[in-house]
């Protein structure tokens, strides 16, 4: 029991020095142009195996994220790596972390364009099919770009990654599952030589992509399925409004508040997602989907969890 609780409280105390990074890299872009929104994000998530998984900047498990920013944009993303490469002697680590990396950096670089977030999650893996060492695996991904002018969030997602938006107390946005079938989603991929047809791979140009308004006070949060797999959408919501504090009114306390809050609530979605994913009596979000699909189950769904909250603030 102590070791389980050393290794949690450096993986949440990780996390929450991550989440300030994220912060405070957007409030000093944006101290001069209070006039335009921006993204105050913070990160915290956990490894199905928290004794030997990894835990460390950009990374959770299988699991990876970014959170960056260039010019007059936002930028924020996931992946998920599809654990059942490790059959085949491959780290599903691998391909969604270069994913999220090559994403940053390209963003980082200007090498991306604000109206086509699709575009950015294409030219990643695509790099990624050029790299001279083959990087093998598949992922699912959801990435999401703020252009501040406008007050436009864009999004592209493929597979069973994805955001939620929560604006006065509701869902206003929300990315919907890609699937193939139950528990396979779509995925980007590069497989060994010779696996070509028996392995699913999606085109970049399959993501499902969105473009909506934003608002000073949105919430939004942009999660790999251990989150919502495990974690219901009217709980979610509900911490998800505890975000904007208790008046409701985004950036009327200091900015260390608000993001010290933020990070509250996302560490309580990270940990809530990890307990119910080990629960084998609870009814999850997983297990009626499985059911829908004639399939008899019950209990949480064990599985690396990231979760990336951000709130737009003026």
């Not at 654990?83 to 002697?89: E, L």
């Not at 396979?184 to 590069?190: C, E, F, K, M």
Request: with cysteine; hydrophobic share 40%.
């Amino acid at each position: 029991m102590m070791q389980s609780i050393f290794w949690t409280g450096r993986v949440l105390s990780r996390a929450i020095r991550n989440g300030l990074s994220s912060f405070s890299n957007a409030a000093e872009l944006n101290v001069s142009n209070k006039k335009h929104p921006y993204l105050v994000s913070v990160v915290c998530g956990f490894p199905k195996d928290i004794a030997n998984g990894r835990s460390h900047k950009g990374q959770f498990g299988d699991d990876a994220w970014f959170s960056t920013n260039f010019n007059n944009a936002d930028v924020i993303g996931v992946a998920d790596g599809v654990g059942g490469w490790r059959a085949y002697g491959i780290d599903p680590g691998e391909f969604s972390s270069y994913l999220m990396r090559t994403c940053e950096r390209l963003v980082r670089m200007g090498h991306f364009k604000m109206s086509e977030p699709g575009d950015l999650l294409a030219k990643s893996y695509y790099e990624l099919l050029e790299h001279k060492k083959p990087i093998l695996g598949s992922s699912t991904a959801c990435v999401m770009i703020l252009d501040r002018n406008e007050s436009i969030m864009r999004a592209a997602n493929i597979g069973d990654s994805g955001f939620m938006v929560v604006r006065g107390g509701r869902v206003v946005h929300r990315s919907h599952e890609q699937q193939h079938y139950f528990n396979t989603p779509y995925q980007l991929s590069l497989p060994p030589p010779g696996h070509d047809r028996n392995v699913l791979s999606d085109r970049p140009e399959s993501a499902e992509t969105a473009e909506f308004k934003v608002e000073c006070g949105d919430v939004i949060l942009v999660a790999t399925d251990g989150v919502f797999d495990n974690v219901p959408e009217p709980v979610l919501v509900a911490e998800m409004r505890r975000a904007r504090g208790e008046g409701g009114e985004a950036g009327t306390a200091g900015e260390e508040t608000e993001v010290q809050r933020l990070q509250g609530v996302a560490n309580s979605i990270a940990w809530m997602a990890r307990n119910l994913s080990f629960d084998g009596c609870y009814m999850s979000p997983f297990a009626k989907s499985a059911r829908q699909n004639g399939i008899d189950a019950i209990g949480g769904k064990p599985d690396d969890i990231t979760v990336l909250l951000a709130i737009v603030a003026l």
